[in-house]
């Protein structure tokens, strides 16, 4: 194995996967730290934490027993992927997991990097941007979870890592490889370690890609890996690793349980014409229905069903504020992860889910070891093939895809273009 990554959760180290697999490499998903080595043809591994929301000790805990693992698989260059939007905190989990990645490995520098202008996401003079809004302004600042109310990533990341930070701005990126490796080293001799490198362009991240080609350590969203499997790929040995995918016909359902702006147009589009059920954070907290109701739902329905509880911003804070934050978060997971077994049991082979926990839930629900990386749904989002069942599923982070993704994913994971 030639890269080891570490993501801080299911959709978006799949997101990463699809990058690398698109770029040529052989890359397989593990649902948390595997048990056993790996088959010895990986190029690229991507453990997939649910940490993202976990307090920061136990983030760095599970990222180190990460590290671990992929070092004996003979890593010699580590990836540690988070969000786009760089969810976080203002304590974390960003900023301890990547100190502690680098003093494990004995870094003495890497780069932060959440840009990825494909999915309408650009960082330009340390500010990241959603789809041409400041993250602060894009809906971000009111995720439940991680509410993002400051667009300078410096400043954010500062408040986080034990590190001074860096910066490497646009002008400077847009010179090429050498010129964004010689000003990383300036802020390194400076005493700025942990650098956040801008990026406008997709162009941009590969120039990042070939800068860091000697880095042990690099972290950010998984655009920067676009440059990434040229450093460690000879043009021979690149594969197309999409092009044997088949999907699989059969039963289907969708749930969606992210609150952002796009998931929420998402299921607006797709319940207009086709059967869905609402399921509330009081329905759940107040044991006013149960999953298997909603499998039973998805049973019953003419047609693919969703179930969703992608309530909008104000609706997620009043239930929070009546029964609490994390208590709401853990009880829809629960009740989603055993929905989603209820659906599998019954026959169910093409699963579709939006939002990074909800799809956690889903995978360490049904218990899923390791996925295989199929064709691209949307940027950002592969189809995926889980190694030991008949199942495939699509796991979509927020804000990712269009107004139409639930039926364009349906029909790749039924093998259809």
Sequence with gaps: MKLGCIGDDFT?????????????????????????????????????????????????????????????????????????????????????????????????????????????????????FVNGVLLSESGMENHPLTPMTDADIRRWMGHQTKHAVGHVAATTVFEGADAIRAAIGEEVAAGRPVIVVDAIRDADLREIGRAVKDMTLITGGSGVSLGIPANLLDKSDRIDVAADWSGLEGPAAIIAGSASKMTRAQVERYAASNPAMEITAEMVMEGETSPEEAARFAFEADGTALLYSSADPGTVKAAQARYGRETVAGRLEDFFAETARQLVAGGVTRLVTAGGETSGAVVEGLDLSALRIGPEIAPGVPAVKAEDRDLVLALKSGNFGDADFFETALRVLGGKP
């Design 12 to 128: 978006g180290s799949s997101d990463l996967a699809n990058m690398l697999a698109k770029e040529g490499m052989r890359v397989t998903q593990f649902t948390g730290t595997p048990s056993e080595d790996a088959s010895p043809d990986v190029d690229a591994g991507v453990v997939a934490l649910k940490s993202r929301t976990l307090p920061a000790e136990d983030a760095v805990r599970l990222s180190l027993e990460a590290l671990e693992w992929l070092k004996a698989q003979g890593c010699t260059q580590f990836f540690f992927k988070y969000c786009y939007t760089f969810d976080s905190t203002r304590e974390g989990n960003v900023g301890p997991v990547t100190d502690a990645l680098m003093e494990a490995l004995g870094a003495d520098r890497t780069i932060v990097c959440p840009a990825f202008p494909a999915t309408g996401r650009s960082l330009y003079q340390g500010h990241l």
